[in-house]
């Protein structure tokens, strides 16, 4: 039968905390909190773009589409 061996998986956790402990908790909490502010950011201006796109007819340009595009893609990977 097959054994499970959790050691490899424990070194990995480990590793990686030892990794991240170098940050106090406060500092690791405020990279939290700024991360988690650049995301809400990021997909509440990509929203303002599309947004922006679908009720003002005058920004329905070729030219324009290219920014309607870069706003979906992002608010697709910012999401």
């Known amino acids: 039968m097959f054994q499970y061996s959790a ?3 424990n070194r990995l956790i480990s590793t990686f905390w030892i990794t991240f402990s170098e940050f106090s908790l406060g500092v690791l909490a405020l990279l939290a909190f700024l991360m988690v ?3 809400l950011v990021t997909i509440l ?3 303002l773009v ?3 796109f679908i009720m003002d007819r005058n ?3 070729r ?3 290219f920014f309607l595009n870069l706003a ?3 608010f697709a990977v910012g999401k």
């Open 7 to 9: 050691q490899p998986v």
């Open 59 to 61: 920004l329905r340009h």
């Open 72 to 74: 979906v893609s992002d």
């Open 45 to 47: 201006g990509n929203m």
């Open 63 to 65: 030219s324009n589409y």
């Open 37 to 39: 502010l650049l995301c």
């Open 50 to 52: 599309i947004l922006a």
